[in-house]
């Protein structure tokens, strides 16, 4: 196979089309080799589509302030440690809190005066707390947390209640795993909150706004409750309309990677089908001859390197990273089924690409990445189904499943991630379908009576059919 032929089946026929070039490059650099003069050339072109893609992007938050209008605060967003009420375990990133007194409070670092914001919190537990929005002003104590006073709002889904000083029934019970989504609305003075995508419905109108006020993100925890807050470090789960995060995404990054991820995608390929054919094939360098698995680690190199500080930032890892595993192992978006995500057929891509990552990636970029990969499984995982199929938490043991059948990577994982960072329990705990989700699949409810109740028995077949329906779902989930 020629080089040219790979590199223009990797990057496109642009690459290897000024041949007069080329040769221009030979008699200039006649001790150069054919080889490094392909390297050079495809790092070039690399270097001159980063550069391209920064072509009519403003703002980088990896190397930028964030100095959108309403906003105030750091570009990188998470809670402020240095304001709390109560006593609280921070997770090392500062996005996660453990309440360790009766009720803790915790500000974020960045508040909002004007435009419209929004975050989102998933919970850890389902107990007592009052998410919202607070001034720096609030006084926060041990019996008083946001919504507690004033111009401060939350919405606790324990109690099912807003909270501004005064309370009221409002919004859905919550459950472990759900996503609250938390809305200011600062040109027209309201706030709204989101169970899982769905509109709890306007929560308060009218707050206060003017001259020295801003808000915050703000939450509160009764003892031993936690949850883990997105501020705009990961794309959201649920986003709404209009909304911005406080923390902005790395819109130039994301661009980038994913031009990086397509060509990495076609080296994967050639990879794949070079270890398929009996005969191994080679590249013809003039006169030297290389393999091609050796020239593809060559362009995977050139390619790995610009990837890897990347796979450092979360954003990248959730929003290209993971989506292109998934395509690697051939899982379907639409697909959802257990019979389909558990199916036989593997491809040997997803180990090939953790093989070159292992390879060319600095220790830090490699582990960084696994560590937000398996977090976001997670997350997906603790979601709370509304389908029976269960399909986040199916795509999440699958793609897990997949990533665990490369040798360095499991033993990485075992060591550092799994019984560490992240408890492996909770990928073998299955949560019941919410409420409104299991009304639809069990309609009618049976029971056993003595002496039998002739309008409870019409209802056995129905219910007993559901409940099958519910075990076979599972059981791929559970095997």
Known sequence: MDADEIVCRIFGASLVEPRVVSAKANEDHPEQSRLMQNLTRVNEYIRREMRRSLLNLHFDTRNSEDNREGRIGPHVVRFDVSMHHGLCIVSPDRLSVNSQSSFSTMRANTGVFKGKWMYEVQLGSKGVMQ???GTAQCKFNQQFGVGDTPNSYAYDGNRVRKWNVTTHKYGESWLTGDIIGCALDMDNGTIDFYRNGKSLGRAFENISMGAGIAYFPTVSLAFTENLTANFGSIPFRYPVEDYEPLQAPPTTQVRQAVLLFQWLSQVIELFEQSKNK???QNVLLEDKILSV???????ARSILKRIGPMLT???ITDAVFVPFMRTLCNMSADDVTTKSVFSNSHSARPIICLDLLWAFLEEH????CLESTVLHL???FRHVSLLLEYPDQCKSLMLLTRICQHTVTRQHLLQYVLFDRVRFANFVHVKPLDEGGLTDVVEKVWWETNPLDPSIETNK???LYACERIKAAISGTIK
């Open 461 to 463: 077949t129905n219910y």
């Open 365 to 368: 970029e490699i582990k960084m």
């Open 293 to 299: 698995q050796g020239f593809l680690m060559c362009l």
């Open 313 to 315: 930032v979360p954003y």
């Open 378 to 380: 997670l997350s997906a």
């Open 131 to 133: 998410v919202g929005w």
């Open 278 to 280: 009996s005969d191994k």
